[in-house]
């Protein structure tokens, strides 16, 4: 046992056992442990020499085992769990780096330490599904802020929620969900609605705003932002479950659902107004798409979309029907202009019964996309 201990160690040990002495043979040790260079018969040794030190009186014998360990993935489980569940100077370092504990072994820390301990758990370099779950459930603000931050940890689109749920109003928490490199679209959509609550008391206070004018950008800023979520190749999955997300948070308003149109979005329109008009999705289809005169008005009505909207509704079907993405770059922003466009040339015919009421609001509904040319073709059509 040349390799860790010098006859000049022991024999100072015999002589003066004190703690300092035995931290320096403890870190002397734990050190050609986690070489890995050991004889089994020389690592046998070691293990028992450090199981027996794990245990020691002094604190500072046993901090600088596991200071000396916490990056050694050959380490005993049995020495790695007795420091996980050592005083917090032992536990930290193991409970932050070690790879030897089980999910088992974290999850058995969480439900039973103090929050050093769960902290250093939710700082992991990975952090599992199950081991996320324990730590959203101690609700504890500093425990879940380090996991959120904590881009290696994965968090299940359940546990998202609850700590929306907790934490939905605290704006450190928030602010790392919005960074975070992958999240659910549900929990985006949440953190939207939040985000904008914040806007709209930012708004009030900053620019002394009419309650109505800053809900009306507010809402702007948030249909967008939801639109967004939805890249060009989300399933039919996706659209379904953003839909009725909306429709539960009762945010699925004639406004987004017009907005979705204009934007390209067929998909997210006749999902909608299947769900509104509590019919399948291909009734839906049938009937809003419909040459006729008569299956779009008869799904407004049963989704309950007042009725001084439903030219709205019409022109937005009859241009999206005409016209088509041409496949180049920017093809979004151009089948949007042309959609305005076309939109705006029916409100010039007055047999299209968009009365002057309706142009406007659909005109603020969507002079927030950005469309070039858009306020002279207002101007033109009014």
């Given at each position: 046992?040349?390799?860790m201990l ?9 002589e003066?056992p004190s ?11 734990s050190s ?16 028992d ?9 002094e ?6 085992l596991a200071e000396n360990l916490?990056?050694?993935s050959?380490?005993s489980?049995?020495?790695?769990v007795?420091?996980?569940g050592?005083?917090d100077?032992?536990?930290l ?7 030897v ?7 058995g820390?969480?439900r039973s330490e ?7 758990v939710?700082?992991?370099s990975?952090v ?10 101690t609700?504890?603000t500093?425990?879940v802020?380090?996991?959120?931050a ?6 299940s689109e359940?546990?998202y929620?609850e ?13 790392s969900?919005?960074?975070r490199?992958s999240?659910?679209?549900?929990v985006v959509e949440?953190?939207?609605h939040?985000?904008?609550e ?12 009419p309650?109505g004018?800053a ?5 702007q800023?948030?249909e ?22 909306l429709?539960?948070?009762g945010?699925l308003?004639p406004?987004?659902i017009?907005r979705?149109i ?7 329109f006749?999902?909608?107004l ?7 999705l291909?009734?839906?289809r ?24 439903f030219?709205?509704f ?9 016209t088509?993405y ?10 949007s ?8 040339t029916?409100?010039?015919?007055p ?13 603020k ?9 858009m ?8």
């Amino acid at each position: 046992m040349t390799q860790m201990l010098t006859q000049a160690d022991v024999q100072r040990l015999l002589e003066d056992p004190s703690s300092e002495h035995r931290r320096e043979a403890a870190k002397k040790i734990s050190s050609a442990y986690s070489t890995g260079a050991l004889t089994p018969e020389e690592r046998q040794i070691a293990e028992d020499i450090l199981g027996v030190m794990a245990r020691d009186v002094e604190m500072n014998v046993r901090a600088a085992l596991a200071e000396n360990l916490k990056n050694y993935s050959g380490l005993s489980h049995d020495i790695a769990v007795t420091l996980a569940g050592d005083v917090d100077a032992v536990a930290l370092p193991i409970l932050r780096f070690s790879d030897v504990l089980t999910e088992d072994d974290l999850i058995g820390i969480v439900r039973s330490e103090g929050t050093a301990k769960q902290t250093a758990v939710a700082a992991r370099s990975t952090v599992g599904e199950r081991v996320s779950e324990a730590l959203v459930e101690t609700k504890k603000t500093e425990v879940v802020a380090t996991l959120v931050a904590n881009e290696g940890a994965e968090i299940s689109e359940k546990s998202y929620g609850e700590v929306l749920d907790e934490f939905g109003d605290n704006e450190k928490i928030n602010s790392s969900l919005v960074h975070r490199h992958s999240v659910p679209v549900s929990v985006v959509e949440r953190l939207v609605h939040l985000v904008s609550e914040k806007l709209q008391t930012e708004l009030m206070e900053r620019h002394d705003l009419p309650d109505g004018v800053a809900l009306d950008l507010i809402i702007q800023s948030r249909e967008r932002a939801t639109l967004g979520l939805l890249s060009s190749n989300a399933t039919i999955m996706d659209v379904t479950q953003l839909v009725n997300q909306l429709h539960e948070a009762g945010r699925l308003t004639p406004s987004i659902i017009v907005r979705a149109i204009c934007m390209g979005d067929t998909e997210f329109f006749d999902v909608a107004l299947s769900v509104l008009a509590r019919i399948p999705l291909g009734a839906a289809r049938a009937l809003v798409h419909d040459a006729g005169s008569l299956g779009l008005p008869a799904v407004l009505d049963r989704a309950d979309v007042p009725q001084d909207l439903f030219p709205v509704f019409d022109a937005a079907v009859s241009a999206a029907n005409e016209t088509e993405y041409d496949g180049g770059s920017h093809d979004r922003e151009r089948f949007s202009r042309r959609m305005l466009e076309r939109i705006l040339t029916c409100m010039e015919d007055p047999s299209s019964g968009l009365g002057e009421g309706n142009a406007e609001y659909l005109l603020k509904r969507f002079s927030g996309l950005d469309v070039p040319g858009m306020t002279e073709a207002w101007q033109v059509a009014s």
